[in-house]
Nanobody
Framework: QVQLVQSGGGLVQPGASLRLSCTLS????????IGWFRQAPGKQREQVLC????????????YADDSVKGRFTITRDSAQNTVYLEMNSLNPEDTAVYYC?????????????????WGQGTQVTVTV
C-alpha cells in the first residue's frame, strides 16, 4: 500500500522561502508521477507543479503553473523516496493547503481525480 506523508509548511512573511517534503512509502518513487496541488480558502484545488519519471525509458517531464514558474521548484531524491517542493519569493496569494499526490503511469496531468494517492496536506500561510 502506497502512502504519502508530508512535512514542512508554516507561517512566513512575503518574500520568504519554504520547503515542503513528500515521502512515498510502499513502492519506489521512480515508478510514480508526483503532483503538487494547493487549495486556497474558498477556491478549488489546483495543480501547481508536477514531476514525472519513467524508470523504464528514462523519460522525464516537469510541469509548473505560470503562477509559480520561476519561484517554485520540484525535486526528487530517490534515495530518500522523497519529493520536495522548494518555494521562493512567497507572496500572500500562495497561502493555501498544499498536497502532494501520486499517479501512474508516468504522465503529468492536471485532473486531481487521476491521482490515486494523496498526502495529508500541509498549511502554508504568507502574511505580513
Amino acid at each position: 500500500q502506497v502512502q504519502l506523508v508530508q512535512s514542512g509548511g508554516g507561517l512566513v512573511q512575503p518574500g520568504a522561502s519554504l520547503r515542503l517534503s513528500c515521502t512515498l512509502s510502499g513502492d519506489a518513487l521512480g515508478y510514480w508521477t508526483i503532483g503538487w496541488f494547493r487549495q486556497a480558502p474558498g477556491k478549488q484545488r489546483e495543480q501547481v507543479l508536477c514531476s514525472s519519471r519513467d524508470s523504464a525509458t528514462a523519460d522525464s517531464e516537469d510541469y509548473a503553473d505560470d503562477s509559480v514558474k520561476g519561484r517554485f521548484t520540484i525535486t526528487r531524491d530517490s534515495a530518500q523516496n522523497t519529493v520536495y517542493l522548494e518555494m521562493n519569493s512567497l507572496n500572500p496569494e500562495d497561502t493555501a493547503v498544499y498536497y502532494c499526490a501520486a499517479r501512474r503511469p508516468s504522465m503529468c496531468l492536471a485532473e486531481e481525480g487521476l491521482y490515486r494517492y494523496w498526502g495529508q496536506g500541509t498549511q502554508v500561510t504568507v502574511t505580513v
